[in-house]
């Protein structure tokens, strides 16, 4: 059967059977895997995804029962490249370990915040009820949502820095560098480039090199 | 205390964690390949019989069917999952890729290769199997009547032994205590299903991507079953969600390999989730008899044990398991005279394998039930018991012969004792009433890596990029708790970079070297103080090639902040950067380096825990209130996340406490089938975990790191039964402390009911 599905604020044109589970729909056919399957009865939360506002396991509802609605996946959480508040607060507070989870967890803290901005750590851990984690012991993940919910602690983890950032951090005094230069010129006979050549590009046709061969 | 460092002991997140939190991240269970057939297995519905007669006709007339194979269209030759180097000792060849005689409820009787996993399932139904039954032996003592069949040839006896250290003092006037602590088979719950993709090549080689904890073991088993050289055959590690040692052995792999050779096509085997649970392997189920005999004021004489570990239907790796249950009291307690009989036994149930501990767990919760029964004959505290019995650092193990390092139990119990208030909150009433609360104490051991029983190595090359990065060429499996950030971790702090800036990828046997894997508590140990000393073999090059360049001695140079700087020369320093590109463009080696690390030592890794308990005498319920876990670590590399897994470790252990186990029934079928039915602890349910670390550095692993994942979870359970008899004053040691269970242990007795 013909089903249009809303899936992350995009219209999906999809063929499939009457018996399809959502979760099949969307790994498959809308080709977004990150939700994912855990147990296949809806115990254990992984292919937890938002329909309507609210957190459903997709592997127990049938794709054509989301038809029309909309469907949020763990995919339509960052915007333009940028984490939702709630994703950077689980990278912040070490809730992800294997990482199985927590597109499930994500989407159950999501609805959780969409109608309760502000909810006790008692309403996270049962939003979360349904969703079963191996690794953690939940109690980073719950640290993680109550910080998006304005109750900050302090972050368990060090953000990663920009490499970039990290690495223009660091230049060779000229003189050292100048110095270093010449060292590569006289056994090469190749004026090395970047911040070592006098005048940007050196001369191609130098004869200062032998040629290829030896 | 411990030397200040700059990376070392910080917080950093698991290295793919932006992909995990968008849903970027392709697992196993998310991956494919173009022309991907997917294959489903059919399990044995029966306990012990034999297969007479397979009809896969209408299966495989079945459109979008390739085949049905079977013991009778498939090699038979037998492999042992658990093998993790060619000719090893102590493994056991007693399985097939399909069983012609089927030994369990969930053995492969076959399996159907379809275009479609949807085609392979209906396909799978259409499988006619007829089977003549053989009596089932579901218990040990059925599987060792006189009168029992042979689950294997050569007896249900797997593997016994025995060993007796010390010399038996004088146990005149001794108070001698006996107990017997038995521990449930239980699934590992890893989130993710057990899956393999294999690529059969037209070259005869094949590609196989697994999510396994050691892709050169499982090489060896796929290359030899199939007769193939091992630079034919191809495993990569692919991400994850989860093993816990439950992706340790080589159960489906052999099986998606020998499809897609006989296919010449890639094969996708997912597992669903009763497969995982019953058809791959579960934490062994074990009975554990203790007797000890003490002085009146609690020094520990004699400890005599006797184990019997049910092995389930294959051997797999469960006589080295209920070997290493031998190898955990004499790392914990000073002891005269230590004797440990033990035997696994074949049964014709699932089968039990590594799981996270590797015995410790089991042996853990048979020792310090036991002692707080002991504790309670003598009127002692059972703090103050374990005290004066507890090794010190620098202890002899008593049955390895093995030094034990920097072994700081002791002092974790001291510690604990003062954070957990311990003394004011054991001396506090249980009360009568319908809610009772008691608290309790357990102390645990275990290893770092293999050394002492097998050859133990890592391997590794490290390289510095034209940009003044550095790439880390390992075999590393990460199995979800961080230990690819471990390494950059530890390359950063030698090299004095930011982590960010070093690469580490995961292993793949065509370009990482050989190395074992993650498991056996060697990972940080092991593979971590390799990473350090290869970077420090690249510090030196680093320093010659700077000393090169800047025409300095390179005594006079150190490397840090990313650049070499000239020694009380403020502000002379050249950036890494220039280093690389200038040498790159020299006549010398590289700034690069490969090594091998031979590991030289085998500490032990502690940890006490206290748990707070209030159980319903009601219902029978018992909920974990509070928790503090003490971790001897030697020092933190990634400081949160030795504490986050440490939480997840206390929830895995309160559910092997109270609520987790896989029994089978009167036929032998398991009594659960998904997570509906298998409880796992929820947030709810979850205290808050207190983590509190020793750190001391003073063993041989990276800037003094030991072992974290495996020890967290050993001293858990008993910790929470030890709560329990202490509420309720019973006497409970048969895992898990189920409602039933905890009910019967009060006798009937009328329970105050305050809300009814």
């Known amino acids: 059967m013909q089903l249009v599905l809303t899936v992350n604020g995009m219209v999906h044109e999809i063929e499939a059977r009457p018996t399809a589970r959502l979760l099949d729909v969307l790994r498959d056919q809308v080709g977004l895997t990150g939700t994912k399957e855990g147990c296949a009865e809806g115990e254990c939360g992984a292919c937890t995804v938002i329909v309507d506002g609210q957190a459903v396991n997709s592997c127990v509802m049938l794709a054509v029962q989301a038809r029309g609605k909309e469907i949020l996946t763990v995919e339509g959480l960052a915007q333009d490249g940028e984490l939702d508040l709630l994703q950077q607060k689980f990278v912040e507070y070490g809730a992800v370990q294997c990482g199985y989870c927590t597109p499930g967890m994500l989407m159950s803290a999501k609805a959780l915040l969409m109608g309760n901005p502000v909810p006790s750590e008692q309403d996270i851990r049962i939003a979360l009820a349904g969703n079963l984690c191996r690794c953690t012991g939940y109690s980073a993940i719950v640290a993680a949502v109550k910080a998006a919910s304005g109750h900050e602690a302090t972050p368990a983890m060090e953000l990663p820095a920009e490499p970039a950032e990290l690495a223009a951090e660091v230049t060779t005094d000229p003189d050292t560098l100048a110095a270093a230069c010449e060292v590569v010129e006289a056994e090469t006979g190749v004026t090395p480039g970047g911040p070592c050549a006098p005048s940007g590009l050196g001369d191609p046709f130098a004869a200062s090199s032998p040629e290829g061969g030896e | ?756």
């Open chain 2, 1 to 756: 205390m411990i030397e200040d460092l700059q990376y070392v002991g910080g917080s950093y997140p698991v290295h793919d964690v932006a992909q995990k939190v968008t849903g970027e991240l392709v697992y196993g269970s998310d991956f494919s390949v173009p022309g991907m057939l997917h294959a489903k297995l059919i399990l044995s519905s029966i306990s012990h019989g034999i297969v007479k007669r397979i009809d896969a006709t209408r299966a495989e007339a079945l459109p979008g069917v390739v085949k049905v194979f079977s013991h009778e269209n498939a090699p038979m030759e037998p492999f042992s999952r658990a093998r993790i180097h060619p000719g090893q000792d102590m493994s056991f060849y007693d399985e097939t890729l399909f069983s012609a005689h089927v030994r369990f409820v969930g053995d492969r009787v076959a399996a159907v290769v379809a275009t479609s996993k949807a085609i392979a399932e209906a396909a799978a139904a259409l499988v006619e199997i007829e089977y003549e039954e053989l009596p089932a032996l579901l218990t040990v003592d059925d599987a060792l009547a006189d009168s029992a069949p042979a689950i294997h040839e050569g007896g249900n006896l797997l593997y016994e032994h025995e060993i007796e250290r010390g010399e038996r003092p004088d146990l005149e006037g001794a108070v001698s205590v006996t107990t017997t602590t038995s521990t449930p088979r239980v699934h590992h719950a890893a989130l993710e299903p057990h899956v393999c993709i294999a690529q059969g090549h037209s070259t005869g080689g094949m590609t196989v991507w697994t999510t396994s904890q050691g892709v050169y073991a499982a090489r060896t088993v796929i290359a030899e079953l199939l007769h193939l050289e091992y630079h034919r055959v191809r495993v990569i590690k692919v991400p994850m969600g989860g093993s816990f040692g439950g992706k340790t052995e080589y159960i489906i792999e052999p099986v998606c390999a020998f499809l897609a050779h006989a296919t010449r096509r890639p094969v996708k085997l997912l597992l669903d989730r009763e497969e995982s649970m019953i058809a791959t392997m579960c934490r062994p189920a074990t009975t554990t008899t203790i007797r000890t005999a003490f002085t009146p004021d609690g020094e520990l004489l004699d400890f005599e044990a006797a184990s019997t570990l049910d092995s389930g239907g294959f051997a797999a790796s469960t006589p080295d398991y209920s070997v290493h249950m031998c190898k955990k009291v004499t790392k914990l307690y000073r002891v005269p005279h230590y004797q440990h009989q033990g035997r696994a036994v074949y049964t014709n149930t699932p089968v039990g394998g590594a799981a996270r501990g590797w015995g410790a767990p089991e042996m853990a919760a048979a020792t310090e039930i036991h002692m707080d029964r002991v504790a309670a004959a003598l009127r002692l505290d059972p703090v103050d018991l374990r005290l004066k019995n507890m090794v010190e650092p620098h202890d002899t193990d008593l049955v390895t012969g093995l030094p034990l390092g920097d072994a700081r139990v002791r002092e974790c119990l001291e510690r604990g004792v003062v954070a957990f208030d311990w003394a004011a909150r054991r001396a506090r009433p249980a009360g009568r009433g319908r809610y009772r609360r008691g608290v309790g104490v357990a102390a645990g051991a275990h290893k770092n890596g293999m050394f002492g029983a097998f050859p133990e190595a890592s391997r590794m090359g490290l390289k510095m990029n034209e940009d003044g990065t550095f790439e880390l060429n390992a075999s590393l499996h990460e199995v979800g708790c961080g230990i690819v950030t471990t390494m950059r971790i530890i390359v950063a702090e030698v090299l004095g970079v930011h982590p960010d800036l070093v690469a580490a990828g995961e292993a793949d046997t065509a370009t990482t070297p050989f190395d074992y894997g993650t498991y056996g508590s060697r990972v940080t140990y092991v593979v971590g103080a390799c990473a350090r000393i290869v970077a420090e073999r690249v510090r030196e090059k680093l320093l010659l090639a700077a000393a090169d360049l800047i025409q300095e001695p390179v005594e006079r140079l150190a490397a840090y902040d990313a650049a070499v700087h000239v020694k009380d020369e403020r502000g002379r320093a050249i950036a890494y950067r220039d280093i690389a590109r200038l040498t790159e463009m020299r006549a010398v080696p590289g700034i690069a380096a490969s090594t091998t690390y031979y590991a030289v030592s085998n500490p032990g890794s502690y940890s006490v825990q206290f748990a707070e308990v209030e159980v319903d005498c009601a219902t029978g319920l018992t909920v974990v209130t509070d928790f503090l876990a003490v971790a001897d670590v030697g020092r933190a590399i990634n400081r949160g996340m030795v504490e986050a897994q440490y939480q997840g470790a206390v929830q895995m252990g309160i559910g092997y406490a109270l609520y987790e186990h896989l029994d089978v029934d009167e036929r032998g079928r398991a009594g659960v089938d998904g997570f509906k039915n298998y409880h796992i602890v929820n947030a709810p349910d979850m205290p808050d975990v207190q983590v509190l670390l020793v750190e001391h550095e003073g063993d041989d692993g990276p800037f003094g790191a030991k072992s974290v994942g495996e020890i967290a979870t050993v001293p858990t359970a008993p910790a929470v039964v030890n709560a329990v008899n202490n509420a309720l004053g019973t006497e409970l040691s048969e895992l898990p402390l189920t409602p039933e269970r905890i009910l019967s242990a009060l006798h009937g007795e009328e329970v105050p009911c305050s809300s009814c």
